[in-house]
């Protein structure tokens, strides 16, 4: 079973800059989320997808932070203009969705962007 | 809200020994509770879950872990350390948001350091 695909793994931009990052989840599976990881701190959850719709984006900072999942599979979380303070790790995960159950999430690689 | 405390940023065990990683939980009803591996330029890696039942959890690579409810804890353990377990280990918790979809809550990880 092929693994949650992610690109590109390294990015480096300058501050005010735009970037955006792909995820292709594992197929099947429903649910997706977006994750920053900055580091030495736990993965923190931007924002979640069931199917095509939003069902979380409350720690999404929508005034430069947008994703999008269109057709429910792949999906892009762009950034625009990039701060200092985004350098992180994004990680993209997908989860079979069991209501209920509690099921666990199947992560990527990874993006790690770097802003100077 | 839930949140996870992983007390230790850094273990430290010789190979052969058993090791524990700690966690702490809070959570308004019933936990659900899984444990994660980082290994460096890697995504997460699911370990372990908890969700009801036996309140020993047996997981992937040897580990497992025990939930005490009066305790609020969900120890991860493995009898007998190897060299390369060496990884960074996250806790976390699921709760439902308002929408009924599971919302995961991290910790800041625990740096298991295993030597030789």
């Known amino acids: 079973e092929a693994g949650v695909a992610q690109s590109p793994r390294y990015k480096i931009i300058e501050k005010r800059q735009s970037v955006a990052f792909w995820c292709n989840p594992i197929?099947?599976?429903?649910?997706l989320y977006w994750y920053q990881q900055i580091l030495g701190q736990g993965p923190k959850l931007l924002i979640q997808?069931?199917?095509?719709?939003?069902?979380?984006d409350s720690q999404l900072p929508k005034d430069r932070f947008s994703a999008e999942r269109l057709k429910g599979v792949d999906s892009t979380l762009k950034i625009q203009p990039a701060k200092l303070e985004d350098s992180a790790v994004y990680l993209c995960?997908?989860?079979?969705?069991?209501?209920?159950?509690?099921?666990?999430?199947?992560f990527g690689q990874g993006t790690r962007l770097t802003v100077v | 809200a839930q949140s996870v405390a992983q007390p230790e940023d850094q273990v430290n065990v010789a190979e052969g020994n058993p090791l524990t990683v700690k966690c702490t939980y809070s959570?308004?009803?019933?936990?659900?509770l899984f444990w994660y591996v980082q290994y460096p330029n890697r995504g997460l890696q699911f370990l372990l879950k908890?969700?009801?039942?036996?309140?020993l959890v047996k997981g992937s690579y040897g580990f497992e872990a025990e939930f005490n409810k009066s305790q609020t804890s969900f120890h991860l353990k493995k009898p007998s350390a190897l060299v390369s377990d060496s990884a960074l280990y996250f806790c976390?918790?699921?709760?439902?948001?308002?929408?009924?979809?599971?919302?995961?809550?991290f910790g800041t990880g625990t740096k298991l350091q295993v030597i030789p």
């Open positions: 995960a997908s989860s079979v969705t069991e209501e209920g159950q509690g099921a666990e999430a199947f």
């Open positions: 997808f069931q199917n095509n719709g939003v069902v979380d």
């Open positions: 959570v308004s009803g019933n936990p659900y």
């Open positions: 197929s099947g599976h429903a649910t």
């Open positions: 908890y969700i009801t039942g036996d309140n």
């Open positions: 976390a918790v699921r709760d439902l948001n308002s929408g009924g979809y599971q919302k995961v809550t």
